[in-house]
């Protein structure tokens, strides 16, 4: 276990002594390693959190880049129908003047022939 009776400058160390260096060496050793998973822990979460914004930016501009496409498809949807209401009206309008012209037109006739 790496416990001697003669210390380093040859004098002699008790158990208890040699066990209390081992336990302070093995506690030292521990909170090198723990802080070095710190550290590593720290670096992970920081490029995560690059990552993660990439992301995000990448997110966002796919979402503006929709929403543009969204609103340009909508205007061209609301014109192409306000273009179609305005033809339906021009439609109905010729379609009352002909029906006036021909109705008049056939009120003429019979009271010609009546003659």
Excluded at 8 to 27: G, M, Y
Excluded at 83 to 88: G, H, I
């Amino acid at each position: 276990m790496g416990f001697t009776d003669i210390g380093e400058d040859n004098q002699p160390v008790s158990f208890q002594q040699t066990f209390e260096q081992k336990k302070v060496e093995h506690r030292e050793e521990l909170q090198r390693k723990e802080d070095e998973m710190k550290q590593t822990f720290v670096l992970r979460v920081k490029e995560k959190e690059v990552e993660l914004k990439e992301v995000e930016k990448e997110l966002l501009n796919k979402y503006d880049a929709w929403k543009r496409e969204n609103t340009d498809e909508k205007k061209r949807y609301d014109d192409l129908k306000k273009r179609l209401e305005d033809e339906r009206a021009e439609f109905m309008k010729r379609k009352h003047q002909v029906s006036t012209q021909q109705l008049s037109s056939h009120t003429m006739t019979l009271g010609k022939k009546k003659k």
